[in-house]
């Protein structure tokens, strides 16, 4: 399984953005989807998640501005990142818990994309 994320970039303070996380690869069931980030130094610190069984929550920084979602047509995980501040600069990751038989539960990351927010 392999997940990657793209969709960062530079924007001014108060725009939108959208990250895209596609999996790839064979499994049978995601238990938990979620957004990380990261600033150089610093610890990676959730964003966002999405489980199957306790449903969406947000970190209290980004409840209003920031909106996960999945599509599991097309094996993809969203964040839609709106109001956008420049403490939201970071790299940011995409991690799925999934289970397949063979596996059992197996926590992939992507490789990460960088959101600069900036006048």
């Known amino acids: 399984v392999q997940l990657q994320a793209y969709g960062g970039g530079l924007v001014q303070p108060g725009g939108s953005l959208r990250l895209s996380c596609v999996a790839s690869?064979?499994?049978?069931?995601?238990?938990?989807m979620a957004w990380y980030r990261q600033v150089p130094g610093k610890q990676r610190d959730l964003v966002a998640t999405?489980?199957?069984?306790?449903?969406?929550k947000y970190v209290d920084s980004v409840k209003g501005r920031f909106t996960i979602s999945t599509d599991n047509t097309k094996n993809t995980m969203y964040l839609q990142m709106n109001s956008l501040k420049p403490e939201d600069t970071a790299v940011y990751y995409c991690?799925?818990?999934?289970?397949?038989?063979?596996?059992?539960?197996?926590?992939?990351w992507g490789q990460g994309t960088l959101v600069t927010v900036s006048s």
């Open positions: 991690k799925a818990n999934m289970w397949s038989p063979t596996t059992g539960s197996v926590d992939y």
């Open positions: 690869g064979r499994f049978s069931i995601i238990n938990h």
């Open positions: 999405d489980d199957r069984v306790r449903g969406i």
